[in-house]
Every structure is written in structure tokens, then in C-alpha cells.
């Protein structure tokens, strides 16, 4: 069976062809980046805009890529929600119109809940499951209790910042262009980059939590940059100011980029922690850990899953470079999978800003 899959939830305008809802034959991505770059994050009218222009340019790429015709495309998936409204209604106009011109049907998918399918890709088996998922994104930080394929419930979600806004947030701090992530990654990959030259804060929250925050590193961050800004009209009897922070010279950029990327994955691993102990308590034992969204490019954030995989005994599944971040490969094979499992839409399909996954209580 051949998906055509949609994708224009944010900034990446992607169309792609996926056999039997695994196998890749091409993944056409027209990334908007040099648009966003200027304001130093994703305009939505301007994405909007761009996904009008570059869909059918994408869609004929990635028909030639896989060298298939239309008349082959058996299904059509898209990623209905959640992104941005204006973004999102561009790749829905599109699959429909695709679906009802070729005659197949037409599957919604959950952008996020497709992230979790991307370390399937390419790949003939899917992991044992219950899989314990993960996904870290510049728009989403979650984790999910994943019984199926095509289920999926959450289990605790970032109460500000998702992990990847922080990544770009502290990189613009440090000076780094946007978007910043990969950058702050490969400066804290640097040999002589200090990991423990600050201390920053790595968020727990109350006990037993399994959300996330990132406000405070990112503040921690700042505050590391520019100094702990002080009242005016202090008391002369109030402690001293704190000490100026250390002028930014490239060696401080890389050991700040080094010490915030310690903090935040080791915020990621030790709910991780939580979540698989929290889930084992009440009878769940997970297989497996799924993981996707830009993060899971993150060189310490791979290696430290890695890790706890090998400690626990999981299979782990981490995408590939290019399926990490947003892509269609995902949502061509989401929609596959709900396909085969006889989930269909009608052409009324909507969009919608928000997901709508199911919060799964641990008690
Ligand atoms: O999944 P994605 O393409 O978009 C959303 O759905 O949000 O993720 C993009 C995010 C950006 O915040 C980007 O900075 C971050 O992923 N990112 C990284 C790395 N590569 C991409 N963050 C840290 N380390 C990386 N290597
Ligand atoms: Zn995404």
C-alpha cells in the first residue's frame, strides 16, 4: 500500500511516500528557515503563506523521488493537528483535494503522536510494546504511555517552555543564530566545553511529577549571560550584589552551551526514570522507548537514552537524522497504520490548533 503524506503544521512544508506504513521511498521537506530567521521564530502568516506556495512543488518532488505516479497512491494522511491554524489548513486543503481527485481515502493524523512513529521508519518490526514514548520538540515536550502503534496516552507534558524552545532561547542568550539547537549542541560537543562549569537548574517539579519545565534553566541561562539583575534603591545593610558574570568569551559560550545541555537532558532522563517506575507500580512494564522530534538529534540527549535503554533492557528507537525533525515520512505512516486498522476520514476533516491525545493518569 502507497500513502502520500501531508505535512505543513509549522514551518517545514513536507510531502512524502511510504510503502505498507514503514518503508520510506521518498520524504521531500522545503524548510522555511531563511524566512523565520529575521524575527528569530516561526511568523505564522508567514508560514502560511509559504506552504500555499511550496505544496505543489513538494508533492511533485517527492512523486519523483519515489518514482511512483499519482494513479499508484493508494491512501492520502495529513497532519491535521496540532501547529498553527493557517499552517495546518494549507496541508489538509491539499490531501483533500489529493484524496478526492485520485479517488483513495483520506486519513487525519495527530502531528505529535507521528513523531512517536518515526523510529519505525525503515525498519521491518516495531518494537515490543507497551513502549514508553518521548517527544521533544521546538513545540512539544511529552511523554506518552504508548500501548499500539496507533494509540497513544500521555503521561506528563512541559508546563512552559517545550525543550526545544528553551534550546533556542538559550542560544540566542549565548549570541547563536537561529534556530539555535543544533548549534548550542555542537558547541557543547566541543572537547574542551565544560559541562559542570555551571551550575543550572534541572527541574523536578513537586514529587512523583512526570511534567516538565524549562523556564527556569532558560532564565538560568540569561542570568549566567547578563548578570542577576538588582532592585533599585537596595538597602544599604542588604547583602552585596552578586559578582558581575564572566565577559562572554567563546570559551564561556561553549562551557554555558555545554552546562545547559547537561541540565535539560538530564530534566528529560529523569522523568523518563520516573515514568517507567511510576508505570511498573501500577502494573505496566514497558518494552521499548519511542522517541522523535527535533530533539532527539541532540548528540547527549541520543546517548543518554541509549544508556538508560541498555540499563533497563528496553529497545530503544530513535529516528533517523532526517526523520527527527518534522517530516511527512511520520504522518504517511501514522496514517497508514490507522488505515489498516480501518480508521478513515471524510472530507469534512478538519483542522485543529490543539491535539487531542488522551492523558493517562498514573496513580
Ligand atoms: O520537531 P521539530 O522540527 O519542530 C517542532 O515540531 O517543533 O523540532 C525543531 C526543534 C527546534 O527547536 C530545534 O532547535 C531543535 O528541534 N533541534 C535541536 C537539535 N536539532 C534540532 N535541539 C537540540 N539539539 C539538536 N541537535
Ligand atoms: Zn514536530
Redesign the pocket.
Known amino acids: 500500500m502507497l500513502t502520500l503524506g501531508f505535512e505543513t503544521?509549522?514551518d517545514?512544508t513536507a510531502c512524502a511516500v511510504v510503502r505498507d506504513g514503514r518503508h520510506v521511498l521518498s520524504n521531500a521537506i522545503a524548510t522555511q528557515t531563511e524566512l523565520h530567521e529575521g524575527y528569530g521564530g516561526v511568523v505564522p502568516e508567514i508560514a502560511g503563506r509559504a506552504h500555499v506556495e511550496r505544496i505543489i512543488p513538494v508533492l511533485r518532488k517527492a512523486l519523483a523521488d519515489a518514482g511512483v505516479s499519482a494513479s499508484e497512491i493508494d491512501a492520502v494522511a495529513v497532519g491535521h493537528r496540532p501547529g498553527l491554524i493557517g499552517s495546518l489548513l494549507v496541508g489538509v486543503s491539499a490531501a483533500k483535494a489529493a484524496a478526492l481527485a485520485l479517488g483513495v481515502p483520506l486519513v487525519g493524523v495527530d502531528?505529535v503522536q507521528a513523531?512517536l512513529l518515526a523510529g519505525t521508519l525503515d525498519i521491518d518490526h516495531d518494537p515490543p510494546m507497551p513502549a514508553l514514548g518521548l517527544v521533544v520538540?521546538?513545540?512539544?515536550t511529552a511523554m506518552y504511555l504508548v500501548p499500539s502503534p496507533i494509540a497513544a496516552q500521555r503521561l506528563g507534558t512541559t508546563r512552559d517552555d517545550?525543550?526545544?524552545?528553551a534550546?533556542?532561547k538559550a542560544?540566542a542568550i549565548l549570541g547563536l543564530p537561529y534556530?539555535?539547537?543544533?548549534r548550542?549542541?555542537a558547541l557543547a560537543q566541543h572537547p574542551l566545553a565544560d559541562p559542570w562549569a555551571a551550575q543550572f537548574p534541572v527541574s523536578r517539579l513537586e514529587d512523583g511529577s512526570l511534567d516538565f519545565s524549562f523556564s527556569g534553566l532558560k532564565t538560568a541561562v540569561l542570568y549566567a549571560v547578563r548578570g542577576v539583575p538588582t532592585r533599585p534603591g537596595r538597602s544599604p545593610s542588604a547583602p552585596p550584589p552578586p559578582p558581575a558574570p564572566p565577559p562572554l568569551t567563546e570559551a564561556r559560550v561553549r562551557d554555558l552551551a555545554a552546562s545547559f545541555q547537561r541540565a535539560a537532558c538530564h530534566a528529560i532522563m529523569l522523568k523518563l526514570g520516573r515514568a517507567l517506575e511510576a508505570l511498573a507500580e501500577g502494573g505496566i512494564h514497558c518494552q521499548s522507548i519511542l522517541a522523535g522530534?527535533?530533539?532527539t538529534?541532540?548528540?547527549r540527549?541520543r546517548k543518554e537514552l541509549a544508556a538508560l535503554a541498555g540499563e533497563r533492557s528496553l529497545e530503544l528507537r530513535l529516528p533517523k537524522m532526517e526523520y527527527?525533525?518534522?517530516n511527512a515520512a511520520m504522518i504517511a505512516a501514522l496514517g497508514a497504520r490507522r488505515l489498516m486498522a480501518g480508521h478513515a476520514d471524510e472530507l469534512t476533516l478538519r483542522a485543529h490548533p490543539s491535539s487531542d491525545i488522551p492523558v493517562y493518569t498514573v496513580l
Open positions: 503544521s509549522c517545514e502531528h513523531h520538540s521546538g513545540g512539544h517545550a525543550i526545544g524552545e534550546y533556542d542560544a534556530p539555535g539547537g543544533p548550542l549542541d522530534g527535533g530533539v538529534a541532540n548528540s540527549l527527527c525533525l518534522d
